[in-house]
């Protein structure tokens, strides 16, 4: 098992393009976080699943911002119509399984919107 | 809004010392976690100690250990015999109250000189 993998790891797009994230957490996880981060601040929470479901999403993401996690396995985080604030590294962290409620993130997906 | 305070943005340790980060919380959860973790410039997060908040014995790794006061919501990592790869920003997290989300402070910025 290599970790939890993010997809790609930069993203550069022009304003109002639609961009998508992918997430591969580790095998056994069956919780699986979206945060996002700027530069010189903690990471900000985005949403949450657990296995399939979508339990909790952050009210400050707009209805632009979509993400699902079909059978439980990967997830995909969309952001339609982006904008420059959107500009931000996202981070995928899972947890579950034997790892016993360690949270362990991926390398994140840094955009940048042009 | 529950928060996480890292009132240090910015903290030096010699080489081969020993350096203290603090961190307070308010969640108001019973059983928990709390997280200290690392980002050096790649921004990869790695997760360099957890503590269970049932367990009244702090949590150690190796050089690093926490000092856990649960009545006052504090959470400090001790870091010892400081290494020059322990250059990063370091971050804490708690669990907010009701939600399955983690919250993150702001970070510290931890240089080591040598």
């Known amino acids: 098992d290599t970790g939890v993998s993010q997809d790609p790891r930069h993203k550069i797009t022009k304003r109002g393009q639609n961009v998508t994230f992918r997430c591969d957490p580790i095998?056994?996880?069956?919780?699986l976080y979206w945060y996002r981060q700027t530069l010189g601040q903690g990471p900000e929470f985005l949403t949450y699943f657990q296995n399939e479901a979508q339990l909790e999403k952050s009210r400050l993401l707009s209805d632009r911002f979509s993400a699902e996690r079909p059978k439980g396995s990967f997830s995909t985080l969309e952001i339609q119509r982006t904008e420059q604030g959107d500009s931000a590294m996202y981070l995928c962290?899972?947890?579950?399984?034997?790892?016993?409620?360690?949270?362990?993130f991926g390398s994140g997906t840094q955009l940048s919107v042009l | 809004a529950q928060t996480v305070t890292q009132s240090q943005p910015e903290m030096s340790v010699q080489e081969a010392e020993t350096v203290t980060l603090s961190c307070t919380y308010d969640t108001s959860e019973s059983d928990y976690y709390l997280f200290w973790y690392k980002q050096p410039p790649s921004r990869q997060m790695i997760l360099v100690i957890r503590q269970e908040a049932y367990k009244q014995q702090n949590a150690t790794e190796n050089r690093f250990s926490v000092n856990f006061q649960k009545a006052a919501k504090s959470f400090s990592l001790k870091i010892s015999d400081s290494q020059l790869g322990d250059a990063a920003m370091y971050f804490c997290?708690?669990?907010?109250?009701?939600?399955?989300?983690?919250?993150f402070g702001t970070g510290t910025r931890l240089k080591v000189l040598a």
């Open positions: 095998s056994e996880h069956n919780r």
């Open positions: 962290a899972t947890s579950g399984g034997s790892t016993n409620e360690k949270l362990f």
């Open positions: 997290a708690s669990p907010a109250s009701g939600t399955y989300k983690y919250i």
